[in-house]
């Protein structure tokens, strides 16, 4: 049957086949199961330099060593273990910057289903050959990762294709979740967990097992370029942004995500915005003291706590280090 798209809150389309409950403790824990058959835990490695420079215990999860070189692939892996029998044949459509992207393409040849993946004009051209080497099709598409994924949509309710959104997903939400855990087995007693927002997905997991389980305060940044979130999060409102123009390409979006949104508001501790100079700057940073290769909005998270030093003084931190995916062009103006 195709899908007749239902009224969205949040001025991206919603189909029928969309839950937007947020997942419970119990559905995280259902996702490791899954996750893990497929995915290794990441690395929590201690920071020295950061550890010294904030006066503070400061602890790296490594989303990056994951093998599409980004934390989403988790939540791709749990989407796709448990998809309706009629969208395995008919196949899955996803708009993306790159690294959603990613995670669906590797999720789809995991459960051999077929992926169709909208990416912007212009799109970072590594994340573009790795959708491709997973298997998938892409469609370079629209001027910025909106216009893209209204394409997405439109070929979803014409085609029948599975659209999965970026994070009005509450499997999505659980897999990423998955990544909470495992920081609440190993350090379970954390004073503040830092990480990216762009659609709000990771953060929002973070929230619901850290920050649901312990006095664990979460904050998240965005860039100040891309702030849609950020002003939801704060006045309740979801109201799109005119651009969404980051240096960090996995933080762009104009709209703010009602489901996210929703589990920010509830949960999260505080959220914060950088500059996009601040994470250029702490890009160059983690190159030079710590000789790790991050993406833009990996960096993110680096550049909060940086400008944080005073608060996170005497706190064990972890930073999520979100992805890898920096394109060559940006790496070599970086050097
Ligand atoms: C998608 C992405 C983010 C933002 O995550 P959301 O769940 O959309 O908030 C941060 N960093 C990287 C590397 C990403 O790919």
Known sequence: MIYEPIPSPD??????????????????????????QYLPATPLVRSEYLSAKLKADVYLKREDTLPTGAFKVRGGINLCSQLDEEFRKRGLIAASTGNHGQSVAYAGRVFDIPVTVAVPDDPNPSKVAA?????????????????????????????????????????????VGTAGLEVLEEKPNIDTLICPVGGGSSAAGYCLTVGE??????????????????????????????????????????????????????????MITVS?????????VMIQEENLLLEGAAAAGVAAALAMTEDLSSQTVVIQLSGRNISMNKLSALL
Request: charged share 20%.
């Open 11 to 36: 001025g991206t389309t919603i189909f029928s086949y969309h839950d937007l409950m947020p997942p419970t403790l119990g559905d995280i824990y259902e996702a490791r199961s899954t996750v893990h």
């Open 131 to 175: 959708i491709e080497r997973f298997g998938a099709t892409v469609h370079e598409i629209g001027q910025d990762y909106d216009a893209a994924r209204e394409w997405a949509e439109e070929q979803a309710q014409e085609q029948g294709y599975r659209y999965i959104h970026s994070a009005n997903e509450p499997l999505l939400i659980a897999g």
């Open 213 to 270: 389980a312990t006095d664990c305060e979460i904050i998240s940044v965005q860039s100040e370029n891309a702030d849609a979130m950020y002003q939801a999060w704060q006045t309740g409102d979801l109201q799109q942004q005119k651009t969404a123009d980051t240096y960090a390409e996995g933080l762009q979006s104009r709209v703010p995500f009602a489901l996210t949104t929703e589990i920010l508001r509830e949960n999260l501790a505080n």
């Open 276 to 284: 996009d100079d601040a994470i250029r700057n702490a890009l160059q």
